[in-house]
């Protein structure tokens, strides 16, 4: 094994060492599956749901709070919430998570 795939090799460890932790989940603990458990499109929907939900509910509080609140920012926030996390979750954590388990079912 090269240098190359070492260090690529070290990408879904770190990852999955991060998402293996508990405040990473809080509070949707329930929604981690097993390591040696795929995560479906299905999984990763319920999730942005939640995380998306959450992430939106404390921007729009901070902005009500400081009085910035408008039904434009309102419509943004919403996207970049619930986008970034389909898109993080979709891109970056299922393949990743995916990679373990499939690593971890051939043992």
Known sequence: MNIVEKILGLVPVTHNWLADRDFIWWPFSFLRPHPSTAMS?????????CFGGLSFLMFVG???VNNMFTASSAI????ICFGGFFVWFNLVTKPLWNYRARKLSRK
């Open 41 to 49: 499109f299905k999984h990763t929907l319920l999730m942005t749901g």
């Open 62 to 64: 901070f902005s009500v």
């Open 76 to 79: 943004d926030t919403f996207m």
